[in-house]
């Protein structure tokens, strides 16, 4: 289906070449400021023809907010936007009419429909990530307002050049102090001063030569995006099947080209003994609970426990390049596919946008949930909870 989220939802629509694309949101609180200047930044930073690392395909992605506003003002109802669809080329996708291209999805959408888009990837291609950032970006202010909720993802490798965490990871070593203190300040200014969107300079310079390498090899290179989710309020999560890192996963998994998803210390965990993978509860400054370490990830027993919640994303190669390819005609015929149209030779640092927007609709519909479950218990009467399940009465007033 098209649409996301329970209580907060959105709904993308249009595909690669016809006239725009866009998203319907609903759910959103009325009484909020919001124009086209609170989203267009999130959009600028995921639109094609931003560097010479992206697809030349040069679309400026022009937001128009088409309903749900007046003076700026959020009224409550659905929010209708939508962009336009301004540099397409539909002539380039001639001989994607005969040959389904390797790893995309032409054949399947074409078995499951009966029909396909002409050009492009349709529904398929990236171009419908747009509705999603969209929505994201107001999920994010609502929830940098509400709570100073801040999300922030970053690219930590690609093909085999990864930043030091990563390859400490790899070798079943436990997440490292540098690595969790890095999570705590990141910006997106300080991701984005890089067109790599990799905030290690040094792993930067060399994911820089490997895209560029692929691309003039007319080939791709796939890679990882890490998000943080900074000041989440204790609770979030439904178990017992849509556990926040469930919800996660299937919010991230939905994005194209995604092949993996690890939430905290993921699969590496796997070798690390459970003395050493446990974290232990400690007291803050604050006087609140918090845990020593966070191999967790922010989230037990699929709640979320208010310490940072991370996760890594894998993105695959781009399945459409410029490198003749052999395959079969959609009738069975082999042959050379000489594909044309204009691709990213890594869609990583394009995504990082669509990753923190995502992790946003997540956060933003559990948050909701949360506070209706909260609102609902709060108009009944005052029971000490504690005392009534340890079977002793509480507390005499003073």
């Known amino acids: 289906m098209s649409t996301f989220g329970k209580l907060f939802r959105v709904t993308t629509y249009g595909e690669s070449h016809c006239k725009g694309v866009g998203a319907i949101v609903d759910g959103v609180p009325p009484g909020m400021q919001l124009t086209e200047a609170d989203i267009q930044p999130q959009l600028t930073r995921r639109r094609p023809g931003q560097s010479k690392l992206t697809t030349p395909r040069d679309e400026k992605d022009q937001l128009t907010i088409m309903s749900g506003t007046e003076y700026g003002i959020t009224l409550g109802t659905p929010i209708g936007m939508q962009v336009a669809n301004l540099d ?3 002539h380039d996708y001639g001989e994607m009419d005969v040959y389904p291209r390797p ?3 032409d054949w399947t959408y074409l078995k499951k429909y009966g029909v396909k888009a002409s050009s492009g990837g349709g529904r398929a291609s990236a171009r419908e990530t747009i509705g999603r950032v969209a929505g994201g970006a107001i999920a994010q202010k609502y929830l940098k307002l509400a709570n100073n909720v801040e999300i922030v993802a970053f690219v930590s490798s690609v093909g085999k050049v990864a930043m030091p965490f990563i390859e400490q990871l790899e070798s079943g070593e436990s997440a490292s102090t540098d690595f969790l203190d890095m999570l705590d300040t990141i910006t997106q200014d300080e991701v984005d001063k890089d067109i790599t969107r990799c ?3 040094a792993t930067a ?3 820089k030569e490997v895209i560029m390498q692929k691309s003039a090899e007319k080939d791709s290179i796939g890679g990882t995006v890490t998000c943080v989710i900074r000041n989440c309020p204790v609770g ?8 926040l890192e469930a919800v996660l996963a299937h919010a991230m998994l939905s994005i194209p080209a995604t092949k993996g998803f690890e939430f905290g210390s993921g699969f590496q965990g796997t070798q690390i003994p459970g003395h050493l993978h446990n974290d232990a509860f400690v007291r803050k400054p604050d006087g609140s609970l918090g845990t020593k370490t966070n191999n967790s990830g922010g989230v037990q027993g699929g709640i979320t426990n208010g310490e940072n919640i991370y996760f890594r994303v894998a993105f695959k190669p781009a399945a459409t390049i410029s490198k003749d390819q052999e395959t079969s005609t959609y009738d069975g015929i082999w042959g050379t596919l000489a594909a044309k149209g204009r691709h990213d030779p890594c869609v990583a640092p394009r995504a990082v946008p669509i990753v923190e927007a995502m ?3 997540v956060i933003m519909d559990t948050f909701l949930q949360q506070q209706a479950r909260q609102a609902s218990a709060a108009l009944l009467p005052k029971v000490d909870i504690h005392h009534s399940l340890l079977g002793v009465p509480p507390p005499a007033k003073q």
């Open 88 to 90: 397409q080329r539909p």
């Open 103 to 105: 790893s995309h999805a």
């Open 199 to 201: 905030p290690d300079s």
């Open 205 to 207: 310079e060399k994911i």
């Open 236 to 243: 979030l999560g439904e178990p017992c099947f849509d556990k």
């Open 359 to 361: 992790a946003a609709l």
